[in-house]
Each structure stands twice: as structure tokens, then as C-alpha cells.
T-cell receptor, first 113, second 116 residues
Framework: AAGVIQSPRHLIKEKRETATLKCYPI?????VYWYQQGPGQDPQFLIS???????DKGSIPDRFSAQQFSDYHSELNMSSLELGDSALYFC????????????FGQGTRLTVV | AQTVTQSQPEMSVQEAETVTLSCTYD???????LFWYKQPPSRQMILVIR??????QNATENRFSVNFQKAAKSFSLKISDSQLGDAAMYFC?????????????FGEGTQLTVNP
């Protein structure tokens, strides 16, 4: 079965640079979520999109933005990167209205140096 | 705000034995979902088991079962016949089924070690 695809898997950026993370949800899933997991921490919800509209917002810095495109893939854009942005970024997708179960991608490990 | 608490940062178990991981949560909602996710060294988040709050029967998935105590807001995970492959970080998580999505709120995690 198709799973959530994230790219790239690893990314190294310098401080103050910009990074773009991509997520391709499971086909027919209508909701995409982004989570940030710092070293030794639990995942923290950043933002979600339902049918290409922002549906919920968590602890996402103003330097970050995200969107969902017509083909339902989503991108997380991160600007003015800081050392503290180094983390594992997960994308998850779900089919809202039926079950509350989210399926996670393998994550993008971002290292800011 | 909803919170999820896992009071055991680390647990260990002998292979083939049983271990129980604890989780408590706080919510004012009456209908919600609870999950246990496993995160092995690969860092992939893998759903282990889920429980709907409106269901009184405890969920079971093969060697994994939960003890859901709604009044006590407790949701523990029991792993029977532990295997080396069960070694991982386990996260308890909570969500509500909203009209446009269901964000997960995670606990701090419990690192499970399985000793041969």
C-alpha cells in the first residue's frame, strides 16, 4: 500500500538559509499534518491542511509557512533558519471524517549548522 | 488544553515477559481517540494500537493490549511475550475528531529496552 512520502530525507543548511520540505500524502487522504520533533523530545504539532486550506495551527514559528497544493502534496517552507530548527520533521496524512488515525511519513532530518 | 503524561521515561523487560507502559491524559472532551505509537531507532512513527473513548471494550492487537480507564483518564499499554524488535520509544497520543482534522498531542515518551 502507498505510504506518506517525504523529501528530502536529510537536509543540511546553514544559519539564515531557507529550506523547503515536501510531503506527498496517501492517495485520497484529504488532510495533511506537519510535526516537529527535536532531539529527545516528543513530536510537536505545527500546522495542518484540509482540502488545501489551513485547518489548524500549532506552535509554528512565523518564519515558517506551509501550503497544500491542488494535487494535495504539501510543502513546509522555513526561512532564516536557526540552530534550534534542527529537528526531525514529520508529515502525516489522514482521511478526515472517518477515522482519526494519521499515517506518518519517514520524516526529514534537518540539520542547521 | 489537552495534555498527555507518560511518567516512565525508561522501562526494561526481559524477552518473552510482559511489560506495561503508563499514560495519563487530561481533557474536557467526552469523545476522543487515544493511540500508542512506536518509534524505533529508524525514527519512523508506527501506530501500535488505538482506542475510541466511546468504546468500553479495551483494544487489542496481537501481543499489544490497552487498559483504558476513562474516569481515571488512564491509558496503559501492555506488551505480552516481549520481543527484541519491540525495543523502541513509545509515545502515547490523544486527538479529537474535528471537522477538518485531528491534531495529535503526544506524551513525552517511554524508552523501552528488551533484554535477551
Amino acid at each position: 500500500a502507498a505510504g506518506v512520502i517525504q523529501s528530502p530525507r536529510h537536509l543540511i543548511k546553514e544559519k539564515r538559509e531557507t529550506a523547503t520540505l515536501k510531503c506527498y500524502p496517501i492517495p485520497r487522504h484529504d488532510t495533511v499534518y506537519w510535526y516537529q520533533q527535536g532531539p529527545g523530545q516528543d513530536p510537536q504539532f505545527l500546522i495542518s491542511f484540509y482540502e488545501k486550506m489551513q485547518s489548524d495551527k500549532g506552535s509554528i514559528p512565523d518564519r515558517f509557512s506551509a501550503q497544500q497544493f491542488s494535487d494535495y502534496h504539501s510543502e513546509l517552507n522555513m526561512s532564516s533558519l536557526e540552530l534550534g530548527d534542527s529537528a526531525l520533521y514529520f508529515c502525516a496524512s489522514s482521511l478526515t471524517g472517518l477515522i482519526a488515525e494519521a499515517f506518518f511519513g519517514q520524516g526529514t532530518r534537518l540539520t542547521v549548522v | 488544553a489537552q495534555t498527555v503524561t507518560q511518567s516512565q521515561p525508561e522501562m526494561s523487560v526481559q524477552e518473552a515477559e510482559t511489560v506495561t507502559l503508563s499514560c495519563t491524559y487530561d481533557t474536557s472532551e467526552s469523545d476522543y481517540y487515544l493511540f500508542w505509537y512506536k518509534q524505533p531507532p529508524s525514527r519512523q512513527m508506527i501506530l501500535v494500537i488505538r482506542q475510541e473513548a466511546y468504546k468500553q471494550q479495551n483494544a487489542t492487537e496481537n501481543r499489544f493490549s490497552v487498559n483504558f480507564q476513562k474516569a481515571a483518564k488512564s491509558f496503559s499499554l501492555k506488551i505480552s511475550d516481549s520481543q527484541l524488535g519491540d525495543a523502541a520509544m513509545y509515545f502515547c497520543a490523544y486527538s479529537i475528531l474535528g471537522p477538518s482534522g485531528s491534531r495529535l498531542t503526544f506524551g513525552e515518551g517511554t524508552q523501552l529496552t528488551v533484554n535477551p
